[in-house]
């Protein structure tokens, strides 16, 4: 999905009871890096109310929820070309 009010939009990540996890690709940001911004969004389904669960990423892979509701990922966050480390996260307080 890709629109203006939120950019591209990547759900990779199965329903977690009414939170749905989605990566937002602010495609109307690109950065001095030439490369779009990425932050990972919790969704209530229920509410419909988001929240992001990230800053912004250069890059964000393999986005999921544990049994327990934590949140895990593989993240891209550089501040220049020559840094190019993926990290794995694991976020204390998920959902």
């Known amino acids: 999905m890709n ?4 950019g591209a939009l990547l759900i990779d990540t199965p329903p977690f009871r ?20 990425q932050r990972l969004k919790l969704l209530n389904i229920t509410t419909k109310e988001e929240k992001a669960v990230t800053p912004d990423f250069q890059n964000i892979i393999s986005p999921t929820i544990s049994p327990t509701g934590k949140i895990a990922f593989i993240g891209l966050y550089s501040k220049s070309e020559s840094e190019n480390v993926y990290n794995i996260y694991i976020l204390k307080d998920s959902i």
Not at 3 to 6: L, M, Q, V
């Open 3 to 6: 629109s203006p009010e939120s």
């Open 18 to 37: 009414d939170r749905l996890l989605y990566i937002q690709s602010l495609t109307d940001q690109l950065s001095e890096l030439h490369y779009y911004p």
